[in-house]
């Protein structure tokens, strides 16, 4: 019988397999779900997939956080977010994009899939603002200042292709007091200098009281 996991991994080295195993399960999910919206197959194998799905569901549910509870795989602070909608590698819904430090800006690499389609062959736009939206806030943090969005404006000035690697830039351009303005864009790697998507946006530092307000179950903020 399986025992859930309802504390943080003993030791480093019990972690690292556990999030090992998040990131493996993460990225068969995405293949699934890949392979869930492009299937031409008949309405007997969907049937078929639908028993397999609901059994595994039922697997996984035996042992569960609650929804505002910090999952024992993540860092806080720190940034990594097992099942983070834009970069967890655990998450079905992530393409995962991958964050790397360029000179005064971060750059975030990834390919949106089908599930992530909008008009045919080109990404949903909001998947571009949830791109630019993430990749701005861990800007602020690598700026020593984490901070949560109140404007973010998105100019559209080409489709995003699927299936094709994207390079996603920030950087904080000024602050002023706890607000930080950050511009970021979204091209293809071959064409990094033809922006498809161009924004801008404002981040604010929330006091202490505020944040442990909006989150109780995280450490309080410097």
């Known amino acids: ?17 556990r999030r090992a195993a998040i990131a493996a399960l993460g990225h068969e999910l995405r293949d699934l779900v890949d392979a869930a919206v492009r299937t ?4 007997e194998t969907l049937h078929q997939a639908l028993d397999d799905v609901r059994r595994l569901t039922a697997e996984l549910t035996v042992g569960q956080r609650a929804p505002a509870e ?7 602070p720190g940034g990594l977010r097992m099942y983070s909608p834009v970069t967890g590698q655990g998450s079905p819904l992530a393409p995962p994009m991958e964050v790397v430090a360029d000179d005064a800006c971060l750059v975030g690499r990834c390919v ?8 045919p062959g080109f990404a949903h736009g909001g998947m571009s603002a949830m791109l630019l ?5 861990h800007a ?13 404006r998105l100019r559209y000035q080409g ?5 094709t690697p994207l390079r996603v ?4 351009v000024r602050t002023e007091g706890r607000k930080l303005h950050v511009d970021g864009s979204i091209a293809t790697e071959t064409a990094p200098a033809s922006a498809l998507v161009a924004a801008d946006a404002v981040f604010v530092a929330p006091d202490p009281a505020r944040f442990h307000e909006l989150f109780p179950c995280l450490p309080a903020t410097p």
């Open 70 to 76: 910090i999952s024992p795989v993540d860092e806080f």
């Open 1 to 17: 019988m399986n025992t859930p996991l309802t504390d943080s991994p003993a030791t480093d080295e019990a972690l690292a397999r």
């Open 133 to 137: 939206d993430e990749l701005m806030g």
């Open 140 to 152: 602020c943090a690598a700026a020593g200042t984490p901070a949560m969005t109140i404007s973010l």
């Open 159 to 163: 489709p995003v292709p699927l299936a």
């Open 169 to 172: 830039v920030a950087r904080v």
């Open 40 to 43: 031409t197959a008949a309405d």
């Open 112 to 119: 949106l899939g089908s599930a992530h389609e909008g008009p």
